[in-house]
Structure formats: C-alpha cells, structure tokens
C-alpha cells in the first residue's frame, strides 16, 4: 500500500504514466496512447478515453472480461492480490503478464497493454 501512495503521490508531482493500447480489431482498431490519472486503473483510463473495455463485473475483480496482457512496464504496476490471480486463471489467453484491467494501476511508468482477441464471455458465446 505504501509502494501505491508513494507511487501516486510520486505520479502527481511529476508526468502521469502513459499507456499504449496496442490496436485490437473491434475495441480500438489504431492502437492509442492515453494518460492516466493518479489512483486510475488501467480499465478506467481506457474508459474515459472512450475504450470501451468490457467491465461485466463493473469492475468488482469478480470477472475476466477486463483482461489485458502488459507488453511493457509490467513490473511497475501494483501486485495482483489473491482474488485477481484466481481470476486470472480463467481468463482466455492467459499469459505470464497477465492482469485485470480493473485493478491495475500504472504508477510511474508508461505501459504498453495488449487487450486479447477473446474474453470468457465471447469465448461462451461463440462455443
Ligand atoms: S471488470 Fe470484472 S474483474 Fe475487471
């Protein structure tokens, strides 16, 4: 918790962390660069940038229609607690650097973020 509000207060007084969106052919077909707020997750960054992240759960970290896989400044993030990393494991695509939209914050460094072609609810959907 500390490493968060050092890392926020730290974001504040400096630039906000940028995050790459890399292009996902429905959500966000040319990729976007975005800035975050202090405190901001990821998936509510997108949001306000009108990157329409799915959110079932409205981001309760209760579902995995907000997964992303981080590219880049993985290791800047908060950590995932034990109910994201559960959830983690259901996730379509899962990767080694795998998070919850929703509860990944960028704190002081830029990201770069991959939304999945698929998530558990289109994956439910379409078998
Ligand atoms: S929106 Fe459900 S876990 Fe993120």
Not at 44 to 65: D, G, P, Q, V
Request: hydrophobic share 35%; glycine share 4%; proline share 4%.
């Amino acid at each position: 918790m500390l490493k968060l509000y050092v890392g926020v207060v730290k974001a504040s007084l400096f630039s906000m962390p940028k995050i790459k969106i890399l292009p996902h052919h429905e959500i966000c077909p040319n990729g976007i660069t975005i800035e975050s707020r202090p405190g901001e997750t990821v998936c509510e960054a997108a949001l306000r940038n009108n990157i329409k992240i799915e959110h079932a759960c409205e981001m309760s970290c209760a579902c995995t229609t907000c997964h992303i896989v981080v590219r880049k400044g993985f290791n800047s993030l908060d950590d995932a607690n034990d109910t994201e990393e559960d959830l983690l494991d259901k996730a379509w695509g899962l990767e080694q650097t795998s998070r919850l939209s929703c509860q990944a914050i960028a704190i002081n460094d830029d990201l770069e973020v991959e939304l999945p072609r698929y998530n558990i609810n289109q994956v439910s959907e379409d078998h």
